[in-house]
């Protein structure tokens, strides 16, 4: 995959591509990536790229000629061109995997006011991260181009893809690790029970508590196993301690310190 900003500001893409996963993944060629700075477009003998809203009002707009010329310049037969707008459809897990198998993504990323309208003719989707207003697109850029990248192949471990949040539309499962005790608060016992089938069944169990106490609205349309609507029955009747985990936590005992 390639992946192209089109921004007035590039040295904002300096961190996001030097830091962590992104920079390791661009190690291991798990993408390509270039940084065009659309002022270099710009045809106007003063250099500039925006102006004031025709008709009135606060800002200001990128010029059309600007926009159009810098997707023009990058574009080919297999891109596809996104702006960050508030306007466009909400980004999910789902969008991050459907983005991800795409040859080549161009991020057309705003500024101030917003865009000239007729550059939109130019663009293959609009997309929003959010019910709020950022300063520019470069942000939302970075977030969505983060959430895609990491599904690359190369990138990390299939194993740490293997369960998220928003898989089968869960929250993920709570994590820990070494010291068994701190300030005292301690690991559940029975992730030390050793049987992978009851770990996974408490996993389940907390990725449907998760969800329904931070987000009900992903269980709306859920169709439940038998499994998932026992251990639901288990949460909304508090059962904190049922058989099933009593037992395993009883075998574990000789195993925690």
Same mark, same amino acid.
């Given at each position: 995959?390639?992946?192209?900003?089109? !921004? @007035?500001?590039?040295?904002?893409?300096?961190?996001?591509?030097?830091?962590?996963?992104?920079?390791?993944?661009?190690?291991?060629?798990?993408? &390509?990536?270039?940084? /065009?700075?659309?002022?270099?477009?710009?045809?106007?003998?003063?250099?500039?790229?925006?102006?004031?809203?025709?008709?009135?009002?606060?800002?200001?707009? @990128?010029?059309?000629?600007?926009?159009?010329?810098?997707?023009?310049? /990058?574009?080919?037969?297999?891109?596809?061109?996104?702006?960050?707008? %508030?306007?466009?459809?909400?980004?999910?897990?789902?969008?991050?995997?459907?983005?991800?198998? &795409?040859?080549? *993504?161009?991020?057309?990323?705003?500024?101030?006011?917003?865009?000239?309208?007729?550059?939109?003719?130019?663009?293959?989707?609009?997309?929003?991260?959010?019910?709020?207003?950022?300063?520019?697109?470069?942000?939302?850029?970075?977030?969505?181009?983060?959430?895609?990248?990491?599904?690359?192949?190369?990138?990390? !471990?299939?194993?740490?893809?293997?369960?998220?949040?928003?898989?089968?539309?869960?929250?993920?499962?709570?994590?820990?690790?070494?010291?068994? &005790?701190?300030?005292?608060?301690?690991?559940?016992?029975?992730?030390?029970?050793?049987?992978?089938?009851?770990?996974?069944?408490?996993?389940?169990?907390?990725?449907?508590?998760? !969800?329904?106490?931070?987000? %009900?609205?992903? *269980?709306?349309?859920?169709?439940?196993?038998? &499994?998932? @609507?026992?251990? @639901?029955?288990?949460?909304?009747?508090?059962?904190?301690?049922?058989?099933?985990?009593?037992?395993?936590?009883?075998?574990?005992?000789?195993?925690?310190?």
């Amino acid at each position: 995959m390639k992946i192209t900003f089109l !921004t @007035l500001f590039p040295d904002m893409f300096e961190n996001f591509l030097n830091t962590s996963i992104i920079k390791r993944a661009l190690a291991k060629k798990a993408f &390509e990536v270039e940084v /065009v700075d659309m002022r270099k477009y710009t045809l106007d003998k003063n250099n500039r790229v925006d102006d004031y809203p025709i008709g009135g009002g606060a800002g200001l707009v @990128l010029k059309a000629q600007v926009g159009i010329d810098s997707i023009k310049a /990058v574009k080919k037969e297999n891109s596809k061109v996104l702006y960050m707008s %508030p306007k466009g459809i909400k980004f999910d897990q789902k969008q991050a995997i459907r983005l991800s198998k &795409e040859e080549h *993504l161009i991020f057309l990323c705003g500024h101030y006011e917003g865009i000239d309208e007729r550059i939109l003719d130019y663009v293959d989707e609009q997309i929003s991260i959010g019910d709020y207003i950022l300063t520019g697109g470069e942000l939302a850029s970075q977030v969505i181009s983060d959430s895609i990248i990491r599904l690359l192949d190369g990138a990390i !471990t299939s194993e740490s893809l293997d369960i998220e949040s928003f898989d089968d539309n869960l929250l993920e499962y709570p994590q820990y690790t070494f010291p068994r &005790e701190y300030d005292s608060k301690k690991i559940p016992d029975i992730l030390f029970c050793g049987d992978h089938k009851i770990v996974n069944k408490y996993r389940l169990k907390e990725r449907l508590r998760i !969800t329904l106490e931070n987000r %009900p609205d992903l *269980l709306e349309n859920r169709k439940f196993t038998k &499994e998932e @609507l026992e251990l @639901l029955d288990e949460i909304k009747n508090n059962i904190t301690n049922p058989k099933w985990m009593s037992d395993a936590i009883e075998k574990a005992k000789k195993f925690i310190k």
